[in-house]
């Protein structure tokens, strides 16, 4: 938090405590909405957290209310009465009370569909009934459209009739009769052209949709390659039925990888913030993985014992950092691929470039560190272990660059064949690219270690 925000939570607190409520509502006008969850969450206890949201300016509530985290939702709806239920709902937009219900206990979900209009209730159990991982899960109906045959002077005039009521006026859409989708117009093309020229004179015909059942993430995607502020959502017919607006695309971004940063430490995703989850709920997101990894290790225990008795001492006690640099080495890969693989920028027909690169750079990198260890292991381990030869130290990082080179490997392939099978890259690939790995450089260490040296 920067010194500025810190002092305003200061004079925030002072005014709340001391009932200065005059100054405590000129203050809050020039806050934005999810400094002022932040405050009330984080500096007020529950009854208190009550109290300062009904103290809120009625323009800034139901803002704040969609910056809360589920549990503090939860909390402030339990004590309104159905008359200050029903004033948040209607000033808030159509996606963030789906997002809210879907967070919600079934009595509360209850409760907020009986406050709410019938026909905002009739739209919000028509969202409700796309998959979660869909763009119609995170659109709003609530977008702006004009006939083709409007002129500019009527498309503003229903801008200024409806428009505070809209997600976003910036970007309008045009449709037929049918609400089939023909054009898109932003209020800029309206403000350079004549107030008489026909909406169909100064629409794009060509626009960018995206379709009900299309996945959340490529949907965000494309904001990130367009730089758009609103995507049309459209129905197997061609129909508009919805947008869905930069800020729900960030959030997907946010929530996506998030995901896989928690995939790929083996650790089961979860929604809620980690000062909010219970200690079982991180013991049961953390526990199947850790305990599966424990299993898959005996593959390499059994390889180590298979050759441990031909094994000097010297050599055994270089085990931990071969299978170390290599396993690194993997990883590094893998994330990378896995996450080009989640932005679009690799496909799996890509596989053959993928691995040209990666053997170039394993070879680099892999050169590299074996020269850095042969250096260390004659100028620092031989100080204090005489053993350590000439030929062993070259066994060891030869073998290291052996490693590394077939650990980037595996870690390019691995999540591209994974892809190539429609299953989660971030779940199955660094799981078991850490055994493949491991049990590779065992092999290839203890065999060429007793093949030179024994």
């Given at each position: 938090m920067n010194e500025e925000l810190e002092m305003l939570y200061e004079k925030l607190l002072y005014s709340f405590e001391n009932r200065k409520f005059a100054d405590l509502r000129m203050a809050l006008l020039d806050m934005e909405p999810f400094d002022i969850a932040q405050f009330i969450e984080d500096n007020l206890d529950e009854k208190a957290q009550v109290v300062f949201f009904r103290l809120l300016p009625k323009e800034l509530a139901s803002d704040v209310f969609v910056e809360f985290d589920s549990d503090t939702q939860e909390l402030l709806i339990k004590a309104f009465t159905d008359k200050e239920l029903k004033a948040i709902i209607d000033d808030m937009f159509l996606d963030d009370t789906v997002d809210i219900i879907e967070e919600m206990p079934a009595n509360v979900v209850k409760r907020i569909l009986k406050n709410s209009a019938p026909e905002d209730r009739k739209q919000i159990n028509e969202l409700l009934k796309y998959p979660d991982y869909s763009a119609g899960s995170i659109m709003t109906t609530e977008y702006?459209?004009?006939?083709?045959?409007?002129?500019?002077?009527?498309?503003?005039?229903?801008?200024?009739?409806?428009?505070?009521n809209k997600e976003t006026i910036y970007t309008c859409y045009v449709t037929d009769s049918k609400k089939h989708l023909i054009g898109v117009v932003t209020v800029r093309d309206l403000l350079f052209a004549d107030k008489d020229e026909l909406i169909e004179n100064v629409m794009d015909p060509s626009v960018i949709t995206v379709d009900t059942l299309e996945d959340k993430e490529e949907v965000a995607l494309k904001f990130s390659k367009y730089d758009f502020i609103a995507l049309?959502?459209?129905?197997?017919?061609?129909?508009?039925?919805?947008?869905?607006?930069?800020?729900?695309?960030?959030?997907?971004?946010?929530?996506?990888?998030?995901?896989?940063?928690?995939?790929?430490?083996?650790?089961?995703?979860?929604?809620?913030?980690?000062?909010?989850?219970?200690?079982?709920?991180?013991?049961?997101?953390?526990?199947?993985?850790?305990?599966?990894?424990?299993?898959?290790?005996?593959?390499?225990?059994?390889?180590?014992?298979?050759?441990?008795?031909?094994?000097?001492p010297v050599l055994y006690a270089f085990v931990p950092m071969l299978m170390g640099t290599a396993g690194n080495a993997g990883g590094q890969t893998s994330v990378t691929v896995i996450r080009a693989l989640?932005?679009?920028?690799?496909?799996?027909k890509d596989l053959f470039r993928v691995i040209l690169k990666e053997v170039l750079v394993s070879l680099a990198v892999g050169l590299t560190v074996a020269v850095v260890c042969f250096g260390k292991l004659m100028l620092l381990d031989r100080l204090y272990d005489a053993s350590i030869t000439?030929?062993?130290?070259?066994?060891?990082?030869?073998?290291?660059?052996?490693?590394?080179?077939?650990?980037?490997?595996?870690?390019?392939?691995?999540?591209i064949f994974v892809k190539l099978v429609r299953l989660d890259p971030a779940v199955v690939a660094s799981p078991v690219m850490t055994t493949i790995v491991d049990a590779l450089s065992l092999i290839i260490y203890c065999s060429i270690s007793i093949a030179i040296l024994v």
């Open positions: 702006t459209s004009f006939s083709a045959k409007s002129t500019v002077k009527e498309a503003f005039d229903k801008i200024s009739r409806t428009g505070q049309p959502v459209i129905d197997h017919e061609g129909c508009i039925v919805g947008i869905v607006t930069v800020d729900d695309a960030v959030d997907v971004i946010q929530e996506e990888a998030t995901e896989d940063i928690q995939k790929m430490a083996a650790i089961l995703p979860s929604e809620k913030p980690y000062l909010k989850q219970s200690v079982f709920s991180i013991w049961k997101s953390r526990i199947p993985w850790l305990i599966m990894l424990m299993l898959t290790s005996t593959f390499t225990s059994i390889i180590l014992a298979g050759y441990e008795s031909r094994l000097s989640a932005l679009c920028e690799v496909e799996p000439v030929d062993v130290s070259l066994v060891i990082s030869a073998v290291c660059l052996i490693s590394i080179v077939l650990a980037k490997l595996v870690g390019c392939m691995l999540p």
